[in-house]
């Protein structure tokens, strides 16, 4: 691409950007939350709080989520529950592994694609 042809992209995109900023500052729901976070910015000033103390406040459990401490003080996140239903069978399978025997017997039998196909959900 030429440099001039670069040139006109570049132009045609930031004036593109420019007409969507100009939709967003029009938007009423941007105003009401720039105006909620001033208001909450300001508040946490007042009382010395840091972001991750009003975090801690409202979610106390945020801060125990997928982290877990070993004797070596090494820090791990928990690994993410899998949910297989087998479509022949109607069986299910909960793992948060992929040494489950059961799964592996699946995957012996139906082969690694389509049990991964099987894959209903995951969840932390």
Not at 55 to 65: E, K, T, V, Y
Not at 96 to 123: F, P, Q, T
């Amino acid at each position: 691409m030429s440099l001039l042809n670069e040139y006109i992209q570049k132009e045609q995109q930031l004036k593109q950007l420019q007409e969507d900023l100009q939709r967003l500052e029009g938007d009423q729901r941007l105003k009401s939350e720039l105006e909620f976070k001033a208001k909450l910015e300001a508040l946490m000033t007042e009382f010395g709080k840091r972001p991750s103390d009003v975090i801690a406040l409202l979610d106390p459990a945020s801060d125990q989520r997928g982290v877990k401490t070993t004797a070596s003080g090494n820090v791990r996140r928990k690994r993410r529950l899998k949910i297989y239903k087998n479509p022949k069978t109607g069986e299910v399978i909960e793992t948060r592994g992929g040494n489950h025997k059961g799964l592996r017997s699946w995957k012996d039998e139906y082969g690694d694609e389509a049990v991964e196909s099987w894959l209903v959900r995951m969840e932390d």
